[in-house]
């Protein structure tokens, strides 16, 4: 296993970033993972009313991947992830699906206990460990981590997590896979823009599935295949990720348009994923199907 520094770290996915490790598929590597800020929010008295230092959603990486070219697909099997001791999350006026609500900014620290999350001295609950961000270098323009989109980014679903083979397009050689922004917990939605933002460790093999030719991020498990979507609205998001289901269905099952359409109404969850409008994000959403 080989280990990538979180003092190596980009803000954005590009093909223009240069490799900080070059593996064979097969290779399993330990990501050391910043929080959302970059490690700048370390007590209560910092808000968010001012920019990230940097940029937000800092990503390790991005690693290369030998043989990896378009039209193969990285898999990168969740292995392990670790937490830090203490995250933070908070709220900002105006901002969510509840801003108006908010009259001013507040930063709330929260420790890690023994797998559990200390909210309040009545509040506790256990962790529920995420990746943010997972993505590859898209073919043109390079995206900042804020973003979701083809090549993966800022999809914060839920279905990131430890167990999960999330397959990712390969868009220019070598694929340059990247991850960062874990979440110690995260409601679906992430209804204020912030979950449990935390530093951590995320070990992940890397696998390469050539002439795969999928366009965008999908995700499987031993007993069900999740497709992925975003779009400017949630409704936007949703229509995407059902989109890509029928298409994995067909590709996966060999069904027409019409039954793998009939099969995702009847059985398909449509889940939310980031619904935080109005921000500056885009809304991400999931549907998850058993395997058959």
């Not at 609950?125 to 800022?154: C, D, K, L, W, Y």
Request: charged content about 25%; hydrophobic content about 40%.
């Amino acid at each position: 296993m080989i280990r990538i520094s979180r003092d190596q770290i980009v803000y954005s996915f590009d093909r223009r970033n240069p490799p900080v490790a070059t593996i064979d598929a097969g290779t399993e590597v330990c990501f050391e993972t910043w929080d959302a800020r970059s490690g700048t929010v370390q007590s209560e008295r910092e808000l968010f009313n001012r920019p990230h230092p940097k940029g937000p959603n800092p990503a390790t990486g991005p690693v290369a991947v030998r043989r990896a070219e378009p039209s193969d697909a990285l898999v990168v099997e969740i292995l392990d992830i670790a937490l830090g001791s203490r995250g933070f999350t908070g709220v900002r006026p105006r901002l969510g699906v509840l801003g108006p609500l908010i009259a001013d900014y507040r930063t709330k620290m929260l420790d890690i206990v023994n797998g559990m999350v200390v909210f309040s001295d009545r509040i506790r609950f256990p962790v529920r460990p995420m990746v943010g961000v997972i993505g590859t270098a898209p073919a043109g323009e390079g995206v900042g981590n804020i973003s979701p989109g083809p090549h993966g980014g800022n999809m914060d679903h839920n279905d990131v997590r430890v167990g999960a083979r999330v397959h990712l397009p390969v868009f220019v050689p070598e694929g340059l896979l990247a991850i960062g922004d874990v979440h110690a917990s995260m409601g679906d939605g992430e209804i204020s823009i912030t979950a449990l933002e935390i530093c951590g460790e995320v070990t992940a093999r890397v696998e390469l599935a050539k002439g795969e030719g999928i366009a965008r991020p999908w995700i499987e498990f031993p007993d069900c295949w999740i497709s992925t979507g975003e779009g400017p609205v949630i409704g936007d998001a949703i229509r995407v990720a059902c989109e890509e289901m029928i298409a994995l269905l067909q590709r996966r099952l060999g069904l027409s348009v019409e039954d793998a359409y009939m099969l995702t109404s009847i059985r398909g969850d449509v889940r939310v994923s980031q619904c935080c409008e109005p921000s500056m994000l885009a809304a991400t959403a999931r549907v998850v199907m058993p395997r058959f």
